[in-house]
């Protein structure tokens, strides 16, 4: 998938949450007219959910690699010395900025770009002049303000339950991965990578073994 389409179905998500909302407050959700005033009033909303839009493209950038650091983390334990783990970890961690500096940007100018072409048409489509008028007036309410400067504690909850649920789910992944390697006829990780002498050769992971 492009991340062209990507962004567009991260847009029209919110879109739809925000059409989904009117529904439930028994608003019509067929096509409404259009007018200047409408046009006018979705343009401010779009200028005050920036920060959201570049959000979502931050996380599109940010998901894959955060991955691909998890990824490589378990390969590490499993089959790099420990007194290697920390250099070729930098190494690593290095690469991923590099990755996010030069891809964020990219992608951050096409969710603005893309956003009133997708996110604007479908508010001004689903939503009444009025509607609009009172998300206007929510977004930019001293509460909202206070809401959105949550986030530093949003992202805790997330980080906090990530930590929390590492211990059940790492079993869990290394048992996939045991058993993609059955499917795939590769040979089991290697473990007891720190041992004295010289290390055994990895085993090629799984997604490697895949051609991906």
């Known amino acids: 998938m492009s991340r062209h389409t990507t962004v567009w179905l991260a847009g029209a998500s919110l879109a739809l949450a925000l059409a989904s909302h009117a529904a439930a407050q028994g608003t019509t959700t067929t096509t409404l007219p259009s007018s200047p005033a409408k046009k006018e009033l979705?343009?401010?909303?779009?200028?005050?959910?920036?920060?959201?839009?570049?959000?979502v493209a931050r996380s599109i950038v940010e998901r894959p690699a955060a991955q691909m650091m998890q990824e490589a983390g378990l390969a590490m334990q499993r089959q790099v010395p420990?007194?290697?783990?920390?250099?070729?970890?930098?190494?690593?961690?290095?690469?991923?900025?590099k990755?996010?500096?030069?891809?964020?940007?990219?992608?951050?100018?096409?969710?603005?770009r893309l956003a009133p072409s997708t996110l604007g048409a479908a508010i001004e489509e689903k939503l009444t002049e009025d509607e609009l008028k009172q998300l206007l007036t929510w977004l930019e309410s001293p509460a909202n303000k206070k809401f959105q400067q949550l986030g530093p504690a949003r992202n805790a909850f997330v980080q906090k339950v990530l930590a929390e649920s590492m211990s059940a789910v790492d079993p869990k992944v290394g048992a996939l991965d045991s058993r993609i390697r059955v499917i795939l006829g590769v040979p089991p990780a290697t473990q007891g990578a720190g041992a004295s002498g010289p290390p055994p050769r990895p085993a090629p992971p799984a997604a490697r073994a895949s051609g991906k």
């Open 42 to 55: 979705v343009q401010k909303i779009l200028l005050l959910q920036q920060p959201e839009i570049e959000a």
């Open 99 to 112: 990755y996010v500096d030069e891809s964020y940007p990219l992608v951050r100018e096409r969710a603005i």
């Open 82 to 97: 420990p007194d290697k783990r920390e250099a070729m970890g930098k190494a690593i961690e290095a690469e991923v900025k």
